[in-house]
């Protein structure tokens, strides 16, 4: 029996109508979204500036030229007193880039070190690496800084009882003292030595990683690299007639004076920051190069490699696309854990800027908006780096 079409649907055409077209719907629906969010957030601003400016309270970014009026204990640029708001707001960041700076090169190589140790086929070892990790990494950070600082460093002996390092490295309760360089004239010129030694260094190893592709034959580039970065600079400083003298601290009085002092906070938060973040970058460090497989070493020894060459050389370069990834998250967590500085009362961005900028000027939006761009700019930096490495290293299809 054959089957006929009806006339109705041998007729009918695809609707044309352009509420149809999932392109179309698609962008409306975006445009919509965006309006909606853009609309809510000029809603919460609008609002907000109309009931400030209804009690008398501005939330404009005027009184950042204003003086500031009060001291600062730590500063790296210098600071005084009568110095503008924006002023206090530069002294933050730099103590608190300091702190993240320090502390992730710190949190880094103890957590490198850890994790190896974590793997180590020697029990002791393995232990003891296994309760640093599980003890300190289930600890609250913050309490682990009031253990620093109120724990150790303030318990440290007076100045005139010091831990004495050869007369130049000093350690007490008020702090930590080293000399410090006094620049001579000439002095220039060894910088620029050294700026150069680092970048024939850089030279060398993409040379010598482009040779081993080409001909599979090893140099040794980073150990080369060192020797010039140390060998070229301090031939150029002992040329230029050693320009270059130290400012040694001297107690006087109550205190060390001179040199360059470090105060106990300041240790304190750095010592629990990069323990504290060492314990997750050690677990990391682990699963990477636990991830990496078992024949890679077995073929490493077959081949006659070094021991030392191999986790280095092999195990290393592919274990880091497992690792980067989290800890790019490390990295961040390192500079807003930096937050907690207040606690202790180290000046930092939050202390200097959100506390008392903030109850000295009542200017809460824009303190706090300028505080949030911060962090979130030094996120996307780090985010921003760490990424990019991470894109460089990653097995690509040929």
Same mark, same amino acid.
């Given at each position: 029996?054959a089957i006929t079409e009806s006339p109705s649907i041998r007729g009918s055409k695809p609707s ?14 975006? #445009? ?18 109309? @009931? ?10 005027? #009184?950042l030229d204003s003086s500031a009026g009060f001291g600062i204990s730590f500063t790296l640029i210098?600071?005084? %007193?009568?110095?503008?708001? #924006? ?32 793997? /180590?086929?020697?029990?002791?070892? *393995? ?30 002996? *007076?100045?005139?009882? +010091? ?9 007490? @309760? ?25 970048a024939a260094a850089v030279g060398l190893r993409y040379w010598a990683r482009k040779r081993q %592709? ?8 980073? /150990? ?12 150029? #400083?002992?040329? +230029? ?41 050690? %677990? ?53 854990? +930096? ?50 490495? @991470?894109? *460089?290293?990653?097995?690509? %299809?040929?």
């Open positions: 029996m044309s109508s352009i509420l149809n077209n999932e392109t179309f719907r698609s962008i409306v629906f975006q #445009f919509v979204t965006v309006v909606c969010i853009f609309g809510l957030g000029w809603f919460f601003v609008t609002n907000t500036i109309e @009931n400030m400016s209804q009690r008398g309270m501005s939330a404009g970014f005027g #009184f210098p600071y005084t %007193e009568s110095d503008s708001y #924006f002023r206090v707001f530069q002294v933050g960041i730099a103590n608190t880039l300091l702190v993240a700076v320090i502390s992730i090169f710190g949190a880094t190589v103890i957590g490198l070190i850890v994790g190896l140790m974590r793997m /180590s086929k020697n029990w002791l070892v *393995r232990t003891i690496a296994r309760w640093y990790i599980e003890i300190l990494r289930n600890t609250p950070l913050l309490l682990q800084i009031i253990a620093w600082y109120f724990g150790v460093f303030n318990l440290l002996p *007076r100045p005139r009882d +010091s831990l004495d390092w050869g007369g130049l490295f000093f350690l007490n @309760n008020r702090g930590f003292y080293m000399p410090g360089p006094i620049p001579g004239d000439g002095f220039t010129v060894t910088l620029i030595a050294l700026v150069i030694a680092i %592709e080409a001909t599979g034959k090893y140099f040794p580039a980073v /150990s080369v690299g060192l020797a010039v970065i140390v060998a070229l600079p301090l031939a150029i #400083f002992l040329l +230029s007639g050693a320009p270059l003298a130290w400012d040694v601290p001297v107690l006087q009085g109550f205190n060390y004076r001179g040199g360059v002092s470090v105060p106990p906070a300041l240790c304190a938060l750095v010592l629990a920051l990069a323990i504290y973040t060492s314990c997750f970058i050690a %677990e990391i460090v682990r699963s990477g190069v636990q991830s990496v497989s078992h024949g890679q070493t077995e073929a490493a020894r077959a081949l006659g490699v070094k021991p030392s060459w191999t986790m280095r050389l092999i195990i290393l370069p592919q274990a880091l696309r497992v690792i980067i990834p989290p800890l790019i998250s490390q990295y961040l967590n390192v500079t807003k854990n +930096s937050s907690l500085a207040i606690a202790i009362g180290f000046p930092d961005l939050v202390s200097v800027w959100m506390n008392t900028s903030l109850n000295q000027s009542g200017r809460a939006i824009p303190i706090v908006a300028m505080t949030m761009a911060f962090y979130c700019l030094v996120s996307l930096f780090v985010s921003l780096i760490m990424n990019a490495y @991470n894109r *460089r290293i990653l097995l690509k %299809e040929r």
